[in-house]
């Protein structure tokens, strides 16, 4: 019953939230630059330029998407570091051959352009635009309640938005590399719905705040709960945070 409500409560509140943070974002961050160097950077740079859409934005779609990998495929048979439906959105777009969905600059230009389309049609609400790309255009009415899975997808979003500007819990710490590829990760757990992954998340930074956790959307409706660090011996000191905060880890081997 408890998990029943903290579901309800997370998804209830969760469009007004991101729709005010969106908001906020819109009015005064468009124009603050990455806080670290991104993978493909050159295509998105190019991308935001063509198609007016900030960088930041384009950074953290393809984050929360697909965490930078080219070769990603979802079980809705979308493609590449945009996650690009095939076939109907990429046709949409003017792309007829699957394999250029992994050509990383063709990708995406791509998203930018579906982005920048969905942008326009609600008329400068990121929140709108968001929940259109990962929904589609005709379930997302202006005006009318959006579907909880569009509304939590926005939020997810604006998590991954704060990570590529450099602040939240997640977010790397002063005087480590500023080259997204040398972080790595390790997978912790998984779960079916995002509220238990971002309540388990929760739990532990209560008890260990400097804790570095992410959650990642995974196939077929699960969410990855992930360890963020730099370096064998950050990975030790994690590692030891989430003894004392009553996480178990697998022994290897």
Known sequence: MRAALLALTLLAGSAPASQQAWQHYTDTETGLSPALSFPHETCFRSASIAYDVPLTLLLAVARGESDFNVRARSHA??????QILW????NHLGIYRL???????VNVDAGARYLREMIDRYDGDVHLALAAYNYGPRRISAGRKIPDGAAWYSS???????YVLGRGPSARPQGSPRNYDVETKMALI???APYRAQAFIDQLRAVEPGLRLEWFREEAGRFRVMLLYNGGADLERSQEKLRRAGFRLKRRG
């Open 77 to 82: 048979n979308a493609h590449g570091l945009m």
């Open 156 to 162: 997810y979003i604006h998590r991954h938005l704060d």
């Open 87 to 90: 076939p109907t959105t990429a």
């Open 190 to 192: 998984t779960f079916g």
């Open 99 to 105: 394999s250029e969905l992994y050509e990383p600059c």
